[in-house]
């Protein structure tokens, strides 16, 4: 990975946590314990599966 991609990435990474924040409940960021918990849960469900969908799709893009 390039140094410019790195900016990038974690330019981007801040923003995705502010809103995984921002959508937490207070009760369950009080502790390491439960950020890890709630962020997991949240990349889980949130980005995992666009991830997967969008690398799938490019993937078929290429094998066209």
Same mark, same amino acid.
């Given at each position: 990975? +390039? $140094? @410019?991609?790195? =900016? %990038? %990435?974690? $330019? !981007? /990474? =801040? &923003? /995705?946590?502010? /809103? %995984?924040?921002?959508? +937490?409940?207070?009760?369950? /960021?009080? +502790? #390491? @314990?439960?950020? @890890?918990?709630?962020?997991?849960?949240? *990349?889980? &469900? !949130? *980005?995992?599966?666009?991830?997967? #969908? #969008? %690398?799938?799709? =490019?993937?078929?893009?290429? @094998?066209?």
């Amino acid at each position: 990975m +390039t $140094a @410019e991609d790195k =900016k %990038l %990435l974690e $330019a !981007h /990474i =801040k &923003e /995705i946590v502010k /809103i %995984l924040y921002k959508n +937490t409940q207070p009760e369950k /960021i009080q +502790t #390491f @314990e439960g950020i @890890e918990t709630s962020v997991g849960d949240q *990349v889980l &469900e !949130h *980005v995992s599966p666009k991830s997967a #969908f #969008f %690398l799938s799709e =490019k993937r078929l893009s290429q @094998e066209r």
